[in-house]
Every structure is written in C-alpha cells, then in structure tokens.
C-alpha cells in the first residue's frame, strides 16, 4: 500500500546552514507519527516541504505516491502551519467556503458544518475571525486543514493555543482521523500529546532524525514498586514479567503485598536522552 | 481560471470588507468636489474676464484642456495609490504574516494565485480611473461647455496604466517586504513623472537628447506613455497658442506616442506577470 507521505535522503540547506541532513521518514495510511526536536532541529522544514511550501536541495517527498508539492500531491494534503493567520474580516463559513472551493471539495455547507463540530466551532460559523481567540483561530485552522478529506495531514504546533479541553477536542480528532485511515503528521513540543495520540515518534535534532519508533519502545523501563507492610520496595532491575515471581517470593517470606506498579520511563527523559545527551 | 476567479473574489471581497474602496469613495468624492467647484469658478471668472475684451488664445479650450489634465493626472495618481494599495503585500507581506501559506498548500498553482490577484486590482483600478475621469469630463462640461477630443483614449490609457502598476506591485511583492515594495513603485512611478516633464522640458527648449531619454522612459514604465499619449488624444482638437500649452501641459507633457503602446503595454504587463510567477515559483514560503 502507497504511504500517506515518504522521504528518502530529505535534505534542505539555506546557504551554509543545514536545516535538514538526508532524512528518512514514512507515514502510513492511518497511522499518526510524531515529530519532535528542539527549535530549529528542522521538523518545520520538514512539514513544509511535505506541503510544497520549501523546496528540498536533496532527497526526494511524496505524497500518496505522487512528488511532495506537486498539484495531485497537494490536493490530498491539509495542512496547519505553525504561522498561520486567517483575514480578520472573514467569518469562520467563509473561509472553510474558500478552501473548500481551492481544495475542490463539493461537500458544500454540511462539511463546513461537520467540520466546525469537530473542533468544537459549531455555533460560530457566522463568527469573523478578529473577535475569534487565538484558540479558536487554532480551531478554525486545523477544520481548514481537514477540507475536502485529505489523505495526509501536517499539523505544525496544532495546540500551541489551546486550553486542556481544547487538547482533549483535538486529540479525539486525531484518533478519529486515524481510525478513517488517514496518515496524519504532528509537529509539537508537548510531549504528553504526541505520547498519548501517536503511533510513532521521531525525534530529530540538528536536522538529522536522531531516534525513532513506537512511545513505549522508546521509552526505558524503570523497574517494579512494591508495597507492601514493610513499606515500599524498588526493584530497579526488574520487568513486567518479573512481577508474579516477585510478588510469590514476597508472600512467601511472609510480607503483605497492598499493591505492584511497573514503573517505565516518559518520552521526555527519552527525548532529552536523545537530544540533551547528543549535545551534551 | 475559476481558481483565479475565486482568489480575484477573496482579494475583493477583502477591499470592501476592510473598508478600502468605501474610503477611496469617500476621498474622491472629495475631489471631485473640489475639482467641480475649481471648473465652475474658471469658467465664471472667464466669462467676466471675456466680457467686451480682447482675447488673443481660445480661453475657454485652455481652461478645460488643463481643468482636464489636471483631472487625468490625479485620476491617475489616485488609481496608482489604490494599485500599490491592493497588491503591495501580496507574496512577501502574506506570507510574513502567515495570510499566504494555507491558500498556497491547495492545488491552486502560485501563478494562478497572482493572475488572481491581478483580476481583482484590475477590476477595482481600472474601473476607478475611468469613472473618476468620466465624471470629471462631465463636471468640465456642465461648468464651461468644453468637450475633449476624446473620451476612448485617454480613458483606456488610464485604465491600462494602472494595470501595468498593479503588474509591477505584484513583481515587487515577490521579493520585496511590503514597505520596501510601496516606496519602490512610487518610486518608479515618481520616474515616470520625471520622465514626462523631461520631455515637456526639452520640448520647449528643443533639446533632442531630453525629448529622446523621456521618450524611452516612457516606454520603459509604459504608464506614463499611455498618459502622454491620452493627454495628447484629450487636446488633440485645440489649435493655435492654447493648443501649444496645453500640449506642453502642467501635469506631464501630451505625445502622440503611437498605436503601438496598446500592444506593447499589454505585452509587457504580461511579461512581468510572468516574471513575477516565475519568482514566486522558486520562492521558499
């Protein structure tokens, strides 16, 4: 099956500076892959040559089997810049109108409708964008991006304004973009979003992707915590599948188990491995 | 080409909501005002002048000639401001200020994005010099009874003039920020201007060399050759010494430039056009 995007050697440089260094990347249909790395590590770069906006120096893109930038590749792709700003005087209908008409879509007035739904803009269709927060801006963006059911969607920083409730809307929306079979891209510097929504991370830095695979591949295992009446036991080197063997020792000897946790690590201590300990 | 149509109706779209075109009414409106009071109070004061005396030139014909000039001048001017207005940030200002990228990630080609942009400040300028001309003519004939020469060719030539400044607007878009574009195509039209009084400058001294340099410049910012030319078409039927100053003119010297400036204005709008898609194409956004 053709990948919703696939970069073989990606490479970008802006003068003497390289922003990206032969980079590989696949994102399937129906799977969200996570983008993270510090500031200027390239991920932007990235997503905007996936969309067409950058042109790479090297390596090549596709979309959906056709050339990253290309008309066909472009008409199967949503995508929400990091930068992004609607006209002030346009309403919410009004924009979703003009996408829809630039992205070719015929689902008319219940697409824009379904889509201000799913980002929680039901009632404020007829809203102009200058009395709209920047939340709602960011809102409004990723329904533009969803116009006419892409295939692939780039979501750069998508909930850099949002509030907690705001996160969980997108969140949902994610998975459910997901489950329809679409190959979405999330560029973000929350960690606990991308660990909780993606299948994939990879973590890149100085342009180069420096780690990557599933959240819990990348995260290290931290250990067994047993409580038990003589207090709580650490067991650093243990795993899951230690946990019944330890718990029938301990019984065994006579302790009181009241409780067993499996402590793994979190993506950003992975994260900062990969990237604070390269640099470091 | 419904593509373009579809940017060209968001860009204008855009002009009414912000309130653009309502000021542009408003401040002509004004003008036009003042320009009728000016014509009304000319040729009142001709008449008293005129009563029982000698009148060596045709006063009434300099009076419109120049009321007219004058007219067309600023109807060009302000059509220029509402050009470089519309379209100054159109690549680099929009996509500063993040306006541009969504709309460029669509399957809409970037050279259909600037023939869009280009529809609708054609569609608001062009009209906007000929109407504001037209009334003019109108005023000109209800305060003092004088009629141009012609109407076609000095309308059509502002309207084309401008169109080829919105050509340069959305060239300088794709590689200027949007002060630096601004100051750049008034600095261009400043040029042609100079251009223009060069000419008239060497026409009354008959210096060669001054006449020959306008002319090329003209050409060159074929705006300003399309208004020498409409002058010369507006006073064409003035003869004796009210002719002579008229042709010479205080806003820009009159020239029968040829009909080749239809073409060739066209032709280089096009050329720019294209040149403009050509850097927007290599542009990284």
Redesign the interface.
């Known amino acids: 099956m053709t990948a919703a995007l696939s970069a073989r050697g990606l490479s970008k440089r802006y003068g003497k500076t390289t922003a990206l260094d032969a980079v590989d990347l696949e994102v399937a249909a129906g799977e969200l892959v996570g983008l993270l790395g510090p500031n200027g590590a390239g991920k932007s770069t990235l997503v905007?040559i996936a969309?067409?906006?950058?042109?790479p120096t090297g390596g090549e893109a596709s979309v959906g089997g056709a050339t990253a930038g290309s008309?066909?590749a472009?008409?199967s792709?949503g995508?929400l810049?990091e930068?992004?700003?609607?006209?002030g005087?346009?309403r919410a209908e009004?924009v979703l109108a003009?996408?829809q008409?630039?992205?070719?879509s015929d689902g008319g007035a219940a697409e824009r409708e379904e889509l201000l739904a799913r980002v929680g803009l039901s009632d404020e269709g007829g809203r102009r964008v200058e009395t709209m927060s920047k939340g709602m801006q960011q809102r409004l963006?990723i329904a533009?991006a969803l116009v006419g059911s892409p295939r692939l969607v780039l979501l750069d920083e998508p909930t850099s304004a949002l509030d907690p409730g705001g996160r969980r809307t997108v969140r949902d929306l994610l998975v459910g973009l997901r489950d329809q079979g679409v190959g979405v891209l999330l560029n973000s510097h929350l960690l606990s979003e991308i660990e909780l929504v993606c299948d994939r991370v990879l973590i890149i830095d100085g342009g180069r992707v420096v780690t990557e695979g599933r959240p819990e591949d990348l995260t290290a295992p931290g250990g067994v915590e047993v409580e038990t009446s003589d207090g709580v036991r650490r067991l650093p080197d243990a795993r899951r599948e230690d946990v019944p063997g330890i718990v029938r020792e301990l019984v065994a000897g006579g302790a009181e188990v009241y409780g067993v946790r499996v402590v793994s690590g979190t993506l950003e201590d992975a994260y900062l491995a990969a990237v604070v300990g390269r640099d470091g | 080409m419904?593509?373009a149509l579809?940017i060209a109706g968001?860009a204008l779209?855009?002009a009414v909501?912000?309130r653009v075109l309502l000021v542009v009414a408003i401040l002509t409106a004004a003008f036009l005002g003042l320009y009728a009071l000016a014509a009304f109070e000319a040729f009142d004061s001709l008449e008293r002048t005129s009563a029982g005396g000698f009148v060596p030139i045709d006063e009434r014909a300099l009076a419109g000639g120049t009321l007219l000039g004058l007219a067309m001048f600023v109807a060009l001017f302000l059509g220029v401001v509402l050009a470089v207005f519309l379209t100054l940030g159109a690549v680099r200002g929009d996509a500063e200020?993040?306006?541009l990228?969504?709309?460029?990630?669509?399957?809409?080609?970037r050279t259909t994005l600037l023939i869009g942009r280009l529809l609708a400040a054609s569609a608001v300028c062009a009209p906007y010099v000929v109407i504001v001309f037209l009334v003019a003519v109108l005023i000109t004939q209800a305060a003092g009874d004088f009629t141009p020469a012609s109407l076609v060719v000095p309308a059509a030539g502002l309207a084309l003039g401008v169109v080829t400044v919105v050509a340069i607007s959305l060239l300088g878009s794709t590689v200027l920020g949007t002060t630096a574009n601004g100051i750049a195509i008034f600095m261009v039209f400043a040029t042609g201007l100079a251009a223009g009084l060069l000419g008239q400058i060497g026409e009354a001294l008959d210096v060669d060399g001054l006449t020959t340099a306008s002319s090329i410049i003209s050409w060159i910012v074929p705006f300003e050759a399309l208004y020498q030319n409409g002058l010369h078409a507006l006073t064409a039927d003035i003869g004796g010494a009210a002719g002579v100053i008229v042709q010479l003119g205080p806003f820009g010297g009159a020239s029968n430039v040829g009909a080749a400036i239809w073409p060739w204005a066209v032709a280089w709008s096009a050329a720019v056009l294209a040149l403009a898609a050509l850097a927007f194409r290599?542009r990284?956004?």
């Open positions: 905007k969309c067409g906006l950058v042109r008309r066909a472009r008409a792709t995508y810049a930068l992004f700003r609607f006209p005087w346009a009004e003009l996408h008409r630039l992205a070719r963006g533009q | 419904s593509d579809a968001h779209r855009e909501r912000r200020r993040g306006l990228q969504p709309l460029v990630v669509r399957p809409v080609g290599h990284d956004l």
